[in-house]
Nanobody, 117 residues
């Protein structure tokens, strides 16, 4: 198995921005569709945005126009640019493949995003 290392989270005020980064520690990264997921306290982990191996992106409705996902296949990196952050975006953010492939990719530690005054 290979693992993801997420970074870039933090505490930000409503309306602020953060850029999350995720490094895949191995595997044939460029061949897989990738996604950012998030898990708020007491809730399940849900997909937020995805980017195909060819760069086609999708987002959930609640983040459209605010979040942008992109990837760098040379660096084995996937990013999430988050603008106009809202308190309801508070969660631990993770990256992983989509669909999930637990036989190949292991969940990382995630990165905490807190949106608060």
């Amino acid at each position: 198995q290979v693992q993801f290392v997420e970074s870039g989270g933090g505490l930000v005020q409503p309306g602020g921005s953060l850029r999350l980064s995720c490094l895949a520690s191995g595997g044939m990264f460029s061949m897989y569709d990738m996604a950012w997921y998030r898990q708020a306290p007491g809730k399940r982990r849900d997909l937020v945005a995805s980017v195909s191996s060819g760069g086609i992106t999708t987002q959930i409705d609640s983040v459209k126009g605010r979040f942008t996902i992109f990837r760098d296949n040379v660096k084995n990196m996937v990013y999430l640019q988050m603008n106009s952050l809202k308190p309801e975006d508070t969660a631990v953010y993770y990256c992983n493949s989509v669909p999930l492939r637990p036989d190949i990719w292991k969940w990382g530690q995630g990165t905490q995003v807190t949106v608060s005054l």
